[in-house]
């Protein structure tokens, strides 16, 4: 009898260390993918597509982050949208727009709102949050791949009632990334493409977000070039250099 209990203990304990690890494998992953595109400092060259049934634009644009706090955008191209530029800074974002000389600041509330009429929202050009310290993660074995699914803590807030992420097995690189609304229905994909090497780093160059209740809308983000850990100017992210005219 006694033999018998020690039996069903160990398999009990092995069964809990084996959920730990899983969850802690899941936690890693997610934090190489939080960090994929950013690192500690980093400046990119993009390119940003959207398309629509009836129109399609295209946009040039640089960017700058600094960890996950923050991130510098300024459109180059088309000439009617250059000098546009967004700055987060810590939990605040700000838009300026250079036809009327405006900053705008971006209320929490517009966080989810389109970013320059695109299918991809303020939150996903600037991260607002970091997805390991908002989000419990689960990670699961599906044929080749990882698949992580991401549930909000308590005390997220968020419009996502889940979100999940399948990544190659081989080169731990995510390949698509769905987002649920609280009732459980997908409305949006994610998906990577294309992998390239940049300043010694290999990620996917190509992200393309298709919106599932707006047929014939997507965007695509490519990387042009991105380089990664360098120094940047003291002044990137003021609200001084997001009003610069160039």
Aim: charged share 25%; hydrophobic share 40%.
């Amino acid at each position: 009898m006694a033999k018998r209990l020690f039996h069903i203990i160990f398999i009990f304990l092995h069964l809990i260390a084996s959920f730990v690890v899983a969850a802690d494998d899941g936690v890693a992953l997610l934090k190489k993918i939080d960090q994929l595109y950013r690192s500690d400092t980093s400046i990119a060259s993009m390119k940003m597509q959207i398309i629509t049934p009836n129109w399609q634009r295209t946009l040039e644009m640089q960017s700058w982050t600094r960890g996950m706090d923050d991130t510098f955008i300024r459109v180059l191209s088309p000439r009617k949208d250059r000098g546009v530029a967004t700055l987060k800074k810590d939990k605040e974002m700000w838009n300026y727009f250079p036809k009327i000389n405006k900053v705008i600041k971006v209320p929490p509330s517009m966080m989810m709102g389109s970013w320059m009429g695109s299918d991809f929202t303020n939150d996903d050009l600037v991260r607002e949050v970091s997805l390991v310290e908002e989000y419990h993660v689960d990670k699961a074995t599906d044929g080749d791949n990882f698949r992580l699914t991401l549930k909000p803590k308590q005390n997220t807030v968020t419009v996502w009632g889940k979100i999940e992420i399948v990544v190659n097995q081989q080169s731990l690189l995510p390949l698509e990334q769905s987002y649920f609304n609280e009732k459980g229905e997908k409305v949006r994909i994610m998906t990577f493409s294309e992998i390239r090497e940049f300043s010694g780093k290999k990620m996917p160059a190509i992200m393309t977000m298709q919106p599932l209740n707006k047929s014939g809308h997507k965007t695509v983000i490519e990387y042009v070039d991105a380089q990664f850990d360098v120094e940047l100017d003291k002044n990137v992210f003021t609200l001084r250099n997001l009003q610069k005219r160039f």
